[in-house]
């Protein structure tokens, strides 16, 4: 049982955007500022995505951002594309490191 | 060019201890910053933090499971072992190696291994 909660599954047709949601307590997420996005294909390591809640490490495209409001994170993927189908974990730090539950994208 | 690596046995019995190595390149495991850390992923479920090691041999384990690992460094064979006891099925995973970004949050991965799968079964 996961400290940081995400919707299972989410779907979207190529070119549209979609939003992945992060809630957690107020310890996590909340208050921390290391809110950090994964991508993970089948049977790959993840990758990251987002830190810091809104930035991007060198190479993910910038169709890709990060928000926080409150206890709730968010990744934002626009103009999406089919290699953009994986699954995807949000994590955080409330005196250790926790992921969330992760949500699968479907691109229609 | 930062590399991390596992290895490991790919079945273990129960009881037993699991040992895994990861070996990195590209970055010294005793520059200051440097944070180390093993997560797992169960097949078909989400990531779970073990443990990391610092630069300073600071170490930090998951409430769950710390008094079941060990976590520790070689730094002149660029090695971070984690040792496990009394492995259960239930433990089966993908064991992933992660770097911490470098002056970054302590949930921040930016290089993983590939993983090693550990399968716990008589």
């Known amino acids: 049982q996961s400290a940081l909660t995400q919707p299972r599954s989410v779907s979207g047709s190529p070119g549209q955007s979609v939003t992945l949601s992060c809630s957690g307590t107020s310890s996590a997420v909340g208050s921390y500022i290391y809110v950090s996005w994964y991508q993970q294909h089948p049977g790959k390591a993840p990758k990251l995505m987002i830190y810091?809640?809104?930035k991007r490490p060198s190479g993910v495209p910038d169709r890709f951002s990060g928000s926080k409001s409150g206890n709730t994170a968010s990744l934002t993927i626009s103009g999406l594309q089919a290699e953009d189908e994986a699954d995807y974990y949000c994590?955080?730090?409330?005196?250790?490191?926790?992921f969330g539950g992760g949500t699968k994208l479907t691109v229609l | 060019q930062v590399t991390l690596r596992e290895s490991g046995p790919a079945l273990v019995k129960p009881t037993q201890t699991l040992t895994l190595t990861c070996t990195v390149s590209?970055?010294?495991?005793?520059?200051?910053?440097?944070?180390v850390n093993w997560i797992r992923q169960p097949p078909g479920k989400a990531l779970e933090w073990l443990a990391r090691?610092?630069?300073?041999?600071?170490?930090f384990y998951s409430i769950s499971l710390k008094t079941r690992l060990t976590i520790s460094k070689d730094t002149s064979k660029n090695q971070v072992v984690l040792t496990m006891t009394n492995m259960d099925p239930v433990d089966t995973a993908t064991y992933y190696c992660?770097?911490?970004?470098?002056?970054?949050?302590?949930?921040?991965?930016?290089?993983w291994g590939q993983g090693t799968l550990v399968t716990v079964s008589s």
């Open positions: 994590c955080s730090y409330s005196g250790t490191v926790v």
């Open positions: 090691i610092d630069w300073d041999d600071d170490k």
């Open positions: 810091d809640v809104d």
């Open positions: 590209g970055f010294s495991l005793s520059t200051s910053g440097m944070r």
């Open positions: 992660a770097r911490v970004r470098l002056d970054g949050g302590a949930a921040e991965f930016d290089y």
